[in-house]
C-alpha cells in the first residue's frame, strides 16, 4: 500500500527554519517526481518545490533561495528545508508522489498524497 508521511511542521517565529520530512512506504521513492505544496485557509493548493527521480528540482518564485527541497534514498524519504520563514508562509504542507519521474508543481500530476503538516509562522 502506497503511503506518504509528512512530520517536522509547527509553529516558529518569522525569519525561523523548520525542516518537512515526507516518508514513503509501500514503493521506491527516488523512481518518483516528489512535490511539495501548501494550502492556506480559504486558498488554493499550491505547488511549492519538487524533485524528479533524477534530482532536479523546481521552485516556486516566492521560496526560491528561502527553501530546499533533497530526497534520502537510504532512508525512502524527502525533506523540505524552510529558512527565512515569512507569515505568508503559513499553510498545511502535503507531500506527493506521481506515478512519472518527472518534476512539476501542478497537482493534477500527482497521484499520492499525505495527509498534510501544518505549519504556522508569527510576526
Known amino acids: 500500500q502506497v503511503q506518504l508521511t509528512e512530520s517536522g511542521g509547527g509553529l516558529v517565529q518569522a525569519g525561523g527554519s523548520l525542516k518537512l520530512s515526507c516518508a514513503a512506504s509501500?514503493?521506491?521513492?527516488?523512481?518518483?517526481?516528489i512535490g511539495w505544496f501548501r494550502q492556506a485557509p480559504g486558498m488554493g493548493r499550491e505547488g511549492v518545490s519538487c524533485?524528479?527521480?533524477?534530482?532536479?528540482?523546481n521552485y516556486v518564485d516566492s521560496v526560491k533561495g528561502r527553501f530546499t527541497t533533497s530526497r534520502d534514498n537510504a532512508k525512502n524519504t524527502v525533506y523540505l528545508q524552510m529558512n527565512s520563514l515569512k507569515p505568508e508562509d503559513t499553510a498545511v504542507y502535503y507531500c506527493?508522489?506521481?506515478?512519472?519521474?518527472?518534476?512539476?508543481?501542478?497537482?493534477?500530476?500527482?497521484?499520492?498524497w499525505g495527509r498534510g503538516n501544518q505549519v504556522a509562522v508569527s510576526s
Open positions: 524533485i524528479s527521480s533524477s534530482g532536479g528540482t
Open positions: 509501500g514503493f521506491t521513492l527516488h523512481y518518483h517526481g
Open positions: 506527493a508522489a506521481a506515478k512519472e519521474g518527472s518534476c512539476t508543481l501542478w497537482t493534477s500530476d500527482y497521484d499520492y
